[in-house]
């Protein structure tokens, strides 16, 4: 028999502030972020604190307006990598008429890769900074480093296994600061995800 596949729900009300968190939720924050976490750390924060770049609040604004208006529900794929492993999740996203929505993620698969010391939130940091993908976890190369963008000198996106050789000598006593974007292919497919969504009342996502 199978293993059910575990889900990982949050809530927020009408006001885009977390009023639900479920076990399996915080077990997995506990596990990626801090063992200390409680429930009550997160409930009553808007879902926006945890949501810090221009680009991915668009998204997100995006979505939950349109998902809001249609009632329809939506379901985004994105990585979630651990330092050990690739971590490939799915996000459904169901609206209620009340103007709740409820995230349900869950682990579609995963795979091992060697420990990717850049995600280790233990590593000392330096004030350098480097942008990942909040949707498919490739790294934008930074403009302090050599190569940046190629002879065509277009933004460059890697795959966080082929960026970490390229850091060498930057990584001798700290690691750069990690922020989040989204970057060109994933905003586009998130924007199309976006426009398809149909409202209920007529043609449904699914």
């Excluded at 801090?34 to 808007?46: K, R, V």
Aim: proline share 6%; glycine share 4%; aromatic share 10%.
């Amino acid at each position: 028999m199978m293993e059910k596949k575990k889900v990982f729900i949050h809530r927020i009300d009408e006001s885009d502030r977390l009023v639900f968190l479920n076990d399996e939720w915080i077990t997995f924050a506990r596990e990626n972020w801090s063992p200390s976490l409680q429930a009550g750390d997160f409930i009553g924060e808007p879902i926006w604190k945890y949501i810090t770049d221009a680009d991915t609040r668009h998204l997100y604004s995006l979505l939950l307006d349109r998902i809001r208006k249609t009632q329809a529900k939506v379901t985004i794929p994105y990585r979630c990598d651990s330092p050990d492993k690739k971590r490939f999740m799915e996000m459904v996203i169901v609206p209620s008429p009340d103007y709740q929505v409820e995230f349900q993620n869950r682990i579609v698969k995963e795979e091992p890769h060697g420990e990717i010391l850049l995600l280790r939130s233990s590593r000392p940091r330096s004030n350098r900074l480097i942008a990942i993908c909040s949707w498919c976890k490739k790294v934008r190369l930074p403009e302090w480093l050599p190569g940046r963008g190629g002879e065509d000198h277009q933004i460059k996106w890697l795959e966080i296994e082929e960026f970490m050789p390229l850091l060498g000598p930057h990584t001798s006593i700290s690691f750069p600061a990690v922020t989040h974007t989204a970057c060109e292919a994933c905003y586009e497919a998130v924007m199309k995800e976006i426009d398809s969504v149909k409202s209920t009342k007529g043609l449904n996502l699914e």
